[in-house]
């Protein structure tokens, strides 16, 4: 049985790793750490709250004297930290909580617990997972070769700049404390609970509420789409059978550029509609509600400024060295994921009232069709 710490577990990627880890190892005792920022929400895991699945503490991975509590009470033999401001726009209009977060606080937690397994690690067999992003390797040509372990770092945002900070800074604690550490840089995740403020849920919700679907600079931009249910595979899969000190890549082996990404959502909600006529009822704002097409909506606005054209992921190594591989095809797991949200729309809902409305007012606002 380990005791296992997973920071961030109330995020999206989080929270689908709090589920598929008590599925996949039911014994182990799991505590999430997570500071509950706007990204945050905790009703998937209320059940395993209250029956004592899981340890739920609200706090903040940069204060230490929490960590070290945490540590000398649960003797964590596993670290899986998702916890980081995540979103690109975001860093673009305030990098600050980046650095912070991302930067110090991992500094904070990788700290925490070489104090907490300097002496007993090796007889622990502990071992920490830094979940990190291929846009820490900058970006691709339409032709150049996807992103391998030893691709050089180049990010272009304040996110990946910070999340590259914290990459070096967990190679640095292995190299020279012998931390047991393992790094993975994954691509673009979509499914379940996902944050509106991004790509897929975001184009869906406009849609449904008939607002316009906002597509940055020409939507040529290509991401490399992995469900997180495939991720929290290889999370588990590298966290136990990984080699220390080493990074693995985890990709979905789904390039798609983003006006392919939002038309496939259209035509999949324009389908739901055709078949569920209960929707028209619940959404009367589609444009799919009067048997006109989503696609309607798109429009293209002002770039995001030194937006990343393209991102690849070379996962050769994940599946030579331990056998893990992507299953999700992209289609079905769009297709999931647009009923995911038709079926969950009270989540949604909650997500995107108040603070939300508030970013999406900023965010939004100076950027015009072009
Ligand atoms: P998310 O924004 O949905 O969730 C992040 C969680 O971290 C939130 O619950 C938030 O409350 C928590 N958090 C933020 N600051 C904290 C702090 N100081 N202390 C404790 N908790 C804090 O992000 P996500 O999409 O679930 O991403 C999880 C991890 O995976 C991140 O490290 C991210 O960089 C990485 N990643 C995500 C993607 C993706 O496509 N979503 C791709 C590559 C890498
Ligand atoms: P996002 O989900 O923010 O992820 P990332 O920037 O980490 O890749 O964006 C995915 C792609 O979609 C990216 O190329 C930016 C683009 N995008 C839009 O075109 N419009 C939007 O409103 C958003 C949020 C993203």
């Not at 790793?17 to 799991?30: E, F, G, K, M, S």
């Not at 960590?67 to 930290?81: C, G, I, K, N, S």
């Not at 939002?262 to 999949?268: K, S």
């Amino acid at each position: 049985m380990q005791s296992v710490l997973i920071t961030g577990g109330a995020g999206f990627i989080g929270q689908n790793l709090v589920h598929a880890w008590r599925r996949a190892r039911p014994t182990d005792r799991l505590v999430v750490l997570d500071a509950m920022t706007y990204a945050a929400n905790i009703r998937s895991l209320e059940p395993l709250i209250a029956d004592r699945g899981i340890v739920f503490v609200k706090g903040d991975i940069g204060d230490a004297e929490l960590l070290r509590r945490l540590f000398d009470e649960h003797r964590f033999t596993r670290v899986a930290h998702l916890a980081a401001e995540s979103h690109v726009d975001r860093s673009i209009a305030d990098p600050q909580a980046f650095l912070q977060t991302n930067v110090l606080g991992t500094f904070t937690l990788l700290k925490a617990a070489l104090d907490a397994w300097r002496g007993p690690s090796a007889e622990l067999a502990a071992r920490f997972l830094h979940v990190s992003t291929d846009e820490v390797y900058g970006s691709l040509g339409p032709t150049d070769p996807a992103f391998t372990e030893s691709t050089a770092y180049r990010p272009n945002s304040p996110y990946a700049a910070s999340k590259a900070a914290s990459d070096h800074l967990v190679r640095s604690f292995v190299e020279t404390y012998k931390l047991p550490a393992l790094i993975t840089n994954c691509s673009n995740n979509y499914g379940p609970y996902q944050h509106p403020e991004k790509l897929i849920p975001l184009m869906i919700i406009h849609a449904l509420e008939g607002k316009k679907l906002p597509i940055y600079g020409d939507g040529s931009n290509v991401r490399d789409w992995l469900h997180v249910s495939d991720h929290c595979n290889a999370l588990m899969t590298v966290i136990e059978r990984g080699r220390v000190g080493q990074t693995y890549n985890v990709g979905g082996g789904n390039e798609r550029n983003n006006r392919d990404v939002v038309g496939t959502i259209c035509d999949a909600l324009d389908r739901a509609f055709a078949t569920d006529a209960t929707l028209s009822s619940r959404f009367p704002s589609c444009p799919a509600s009067a048997g006109n097409s989503c696609r309607s909506l798109i429009t293209f606005v002002t770039d995001r400024p030194g937006h990343d054209h393209r991102y690849a992921i070379d996962a050769t190594k994940l599946a030579a060295e331990l056998g893990s591989n992507c299953n999700v095809d992209f289609a079905n797991g769009l297709g999931q994921t647009v009923q995911w949200y038709l079926d969950h729309e009270q989540w949604w809902r909650d997500v995107t009232s108040g603070a939300y409305q508030a970013w999406i007012d900023q965010n939004y606002s100076f950027r015009i069709a072009v």
